[in-house]
C-alpha cells in the first residue's frame, strides 16, 4: 500500500521549485519538463502524479523511471544519475516526468518539506479564558497560552512562547522564547527551558528522580528527596512521552542543539552535552554524562555515573556498562568497541556452523 502524498494544494512547477532549491543549496537543475506541477511528496510507488519523491539510490531511480504511474518529479543526487550510467536515454525516458539534480538529495528533501509544508496555524498572543494563570506569573504579551493550561506561581512565559492545549507549567518554571510547548507538556516547579525549544505531546520535565534506599529496619524503603530541578538549553527537541527527571541536588541539564526522539528516559542529575542525538526507547540510569555530539541508537542504554566521550556513538539495543572513549562506535549487550563486537559475533557465527 502506498503512502498518503502530504500537500497543501497550491502546485509549484518543478523548475520554479529547482530555482528555490538552488538558492538554498547552491546547485539544482532540472531534467525533463520544467513545467511539470507537484503539490507535496510522496513515495516513488505513489499514486499521485502531482507530487514530488526523494530517490537515494540508483535502483529505485530505475523502478520510479520504469512506472506509469506515480509521482511524476523526483529529487535526485548527481551521484546517483551518475550511477544510472544511461545517460543518453534518459532524455526520452523523461518525456512525461521530470527530476531535480542536486548534490545532496536528503538537504535537498529538507528544503523540498520546508517549502512544500502547509501553513503553520497561526498563534494570536493571549491566554484563553479557559486557563489559570497565577496572578504572580509572568506572561509576556507576545506569547500564546491555549486552552486549559495552567501556569503557577512566579513561573514565566517569554516573548513568542506557545503553549498549546493542556500544558503546566510549574512554580518558578521558565520558559525561553519562541519555546512551544505541544498539548499535554508538563514542565514542573522550578526547571527552566531556553529559547527556540520545542516539546512534544506528554513529555515531562521535572518529575521526581527514582531514588530508594532500604530501611534501616528492614522495612521497606526510604524515598531519597529531590530538590534540584531541570535546564534545557536552547534549540532542545524533545519528543512526546519523554521524562527528564529532576537532579537530587544541583541540575539534570541538556546542552544546545540536543534533538531527543519519543519515549525516552533521562534519569537524575544526568547532564547531557550540545547537539547530542538520542533516538526512541534510550534510557540514562542517574549521572551519567553525555560529551558534546554523542549519539545513542534505539534502545540503547547507559549504567549509572558512567562518561560517554564527545563525538561517540552507541549502536542501537546496546547495554553501556563502562566509560566510552571519545570518537568510538561501541556496539552490543555489554557494549564493547564496534570492531570487537564484530569480531566476537563472527567467532560466534563460525562456532554455530562447526557445531
Request: glycine share 14%; proline share 6%; aromatic share 2%.
Amino acid at each position: 500500500m502506498s503512502a498518503t502524498p502530504q500537500a497543501n494544494g497550491s502546485a509549484r512547477a518543478v523548475g520554479a521549485l529547482a530555482a528555490l532549491l538552488s538558492q538554498r543549496l547552491g546547485s539544482a537543475r532540472v531534467m525533463g519538463p520544467e513545467t511539470t506541477e507537484v503539490r507535496g511528496l510522496s513515495n516513488w510507488d505513489g499514486s499521485d502524479r502531482a507530487t514530488l519523491t526523494f530517490v537515494r539510490s540508483a535502483s529505485y531511480a530505475r523502478k520510479w523511471l520504469e512506472r506509469d504511474a506515480g509521482p511524476h518529479a523526483a529529487l535526485i543526487a548527481d551521484a546517483t544519475l551518475t550511477e544510472l550510467g544511461d545517460a543518453e536515454s534518459l532524455p526520452s525516458r523523461l518525456r512525461d516526468r521530470a527530476m531535480i539534480v542536486v548534490p545532496d538529495a536528503d538537504l535537498a528533501l529538507i528544503e523540498a518539506l520546508r517549502l512544500l509544508a502547509p501553513p503553520a496555524p497561526s498563534r494570536a498572543p493571549g491566554v484563553h479564558a479557559s486557563s489559570v494563570v497565577d496572578p504572580s506569573a509572568q506572561i509576556d504579551p507576545g506569547a500564546h497560552v491555549g486552552p486549559h493550561c495552567v501556569v503557577e506561581a512566579r513561573a514565566v512565559i517569554g516573548p513568542g512562547a506557545v503553549l498549546l492545549a493542556g500544558c503546566f507549567v510549574g512554580v518558578e518554571a521558565r520558559i525561553g522564547a519562541g519555546t512551544t510547548l505541544h498539548p499535554g507538556v508538563r514542565v514542573l516547579e522550578r526547571c527552566v527551558v531556553g529559547r527556540a525549544c520545542v516539546l512534544h505531546s506528554g513529555a515531562v520535565l521535572g518529575a521526581d528522580g527514582f531514588g530508594y534506599r532500604p530501611r534501616p529496619d528492614g522495612r521497606g524503603l526510604i524515598k531519597v528527596p529531590h530538590i534540584g530541578n531541570v535546564v534545557i538549553g536552547d534549540d532542545v527537541e524533545i519528543g512526546a512521552n519523554t521524562c527528564v527527571d529532576r537532579a537530587k541536588f544541583g541540575s539534570t541539564t541538556i546542552g544546545d542543539g540536543t534533538k531527543i526522539d519519543n519515549l525516552v528516559q533521562i534519569a537524575h542529575n544526568c547532564t547531557i552535552g550540545r547537539c547530542c542525538i538520542l533516538c526512541g526507547q534510550v534510557g540514562l540510569a542517574g549521572s551519567v554524562t553525555l560529551g558534546d555530539g554523542v549519539v545513542l541508537g534505539a534502545k540503547s542504554g547507559v549504567t549509572d555515573n558512567l562518561s560517554v566521550g564527545a563525538g561517540a556513538q552507541i549502536g542501537a539495543g546496546s547495554g553501556v556498562i563502562n566509560d566510552v572513549p571519545a570518537k568510538e562506535t561501541w556496539l552490543g549487550t555489554p557494549a564493547r568497541p564496534a570492531k570487537e563486537t564484530l569480531r566476537m559475533m563472527s567467532e560466534l557465527r563460525k562456532m554455530g556452523r562447526k557445531g
